[in-house]
Each structure stands twice: as C-alpha cells, then as structure tokens.
C-alpha cells in the first residue's frame, strides 16, 4: 500500500463551482500535513498546511481526520488560475507525496 | 541568490556519460532532498541530506549519489546514466528542528529536466 493516495481525477469543473479533493495516509504516526500546488513542468509550491483544527485560507479550507487518516482540500469558488495539480504531503520523518490530483476549471 | 536554484534548466545526456545536476539554496535550511518526477509516479525520493555532512537513501537510491559538504549544495550525480533516468529531477530543502519536533514545509527548485538517449 502506498504511503499516501489521491483520486487523480482528472476533476473538470465550471467556474465558481465547489470542489473537494481528499487524500489519505497508511502511517498513523504522521506528523504533519501540506497541500502542494504544481502546475505544468513547474515545482510543487506549498498551498496550505493541514492543521489538526482545520484551517481556512480565503477559499481555500483543509481539514485533517486523524481517526480515519484523511485530509482534505475544499475549494470555493473555483477560479480558471486554480487548474493546476494538487499533491498531497505527509510527513513521518520523510515526506511522502500523493501522485497528484489534476483539476481543470472550465469557462 | 533567493530561494533555492537549480542547474541547468535541461540537458540531454547521452547513455554512460556522468552527470551532476548543481542544486544551491540560501536559506540555512538544514535538510534537502533530491526527487525524480515522472508521469503517474509522483514525486519519488532519491536521497536526502539531514544536515551538512550526513545523506540518506531514499526510494529510488539505484545509479545516484549526492554529497553535502556544507550547508548550501546538495549535489546529485549519475555516475553512468541510463535512458530510465529520463524525468524531471527537482531539489528542495526544509528545516528540520534539531532535537525534534515537526519539520517544517519544504521548498522547491525549479527542476531539472534530463533525457539520457
């Protein structure tokens, strides 16, 4: 089992619409959480960190489920610049990364 | 220098030939890492460096190797490359709390792309 799994879509959705991407971790004794943004043939940039209280920024909300080893990714308002990839990033000690999740926010 | 720089931007390398992609930051970051990218692999780990001095292997350690004479360069070398290191190489640095606690994000170069023919 990979340490960490992603949907890797691809999610295609109108502009303004609310989308919800969600990753999960095998490794219980993971200590810290991030979401990344890549976008195409660029380096992964870090979006957000996970916080075990869920933590908002602007249309961005990123919730972490220890008991069920999830986190997610909840974007509002989808704007056309949020097409990107999406990796989720977990660390025990070395930070594993999700393959990816391929969004595309349509006209 | 802001951030953490990556050299060169592409090459294409024929098969036997060495070659070490430079990779420098200025942040003080303790830890660094070398990754490969391919498509639908993700972002797997070669090696990383925990702090000047020390490296560790990663997930994919096979025909690399790095060194870390100081705190800024973390070198990546293949000694004799193959067309299966064909990808995208990115570096990336973080901090890492000496006695414990969470490691901070990590920062990205902005990679390297190799094709070994």
């Known amino acids: ?107 | 220098i802001a951030g953490i720089t990556q050299a060169p931007t592409s090459q294409i390398l024929a098969a036997g030939r060495r070659m070490t992609l430079r990779c420098t930051q200025d942040m003080r970051h303790n830890a660094m890492y070398w990754y490969r990218q391919d498509l639908g692999l993700g972002l797997r780990l070669i090696h990383y460096s925990n702090t000047a001095g020390t490296t560790g292997k990663g997930e994919v350690p096979d025909g690399y190797s790095v060194s870390r004479a100081n705190t800024d360069d973390f070198p990546l070398t293949l000694a004799s490359a193959v067309p299966s290191q064909t990808s995208v190489y990115f570096c990336a640095s973080s901090y890492t709390p000496p006695r414990g606690g969470s490691t901070d994000t990590q920062y990205f170069g902005p990679g390297t792309r190799l094709t070994v023919l």
């Open chain 1, 1 to 107: 089992r990979k340490e960490v799994e992603q949907d890797p879509g691809p999610f295609n959705v109108p502009e303004g619409a609310t989308v919800a991407f969600n990753c999960t971790y095998s490794n219980s004794a993971s200590q810290s959480f991030f979401w990344y943004r890549q976008d195409c043939r660029k380096e992964p940039k870090l979006l957000m960190s996970v916080y075990s209280s869920g933590n908002e920024d602007g249309r961005f909300t990123a919730q972490l489920n220890r008991a069920s080893q999830y986190i997610s990714l909840l974007i509002r308002d989808s704007k056309l610049s949020d097409s990107a990839t999406y990796l989720c990033v977990v660390n025990m000690e070395k930070f594993y990364f999700g393959t990816g999740t391929s969004l595309t926010v349509i006209p």
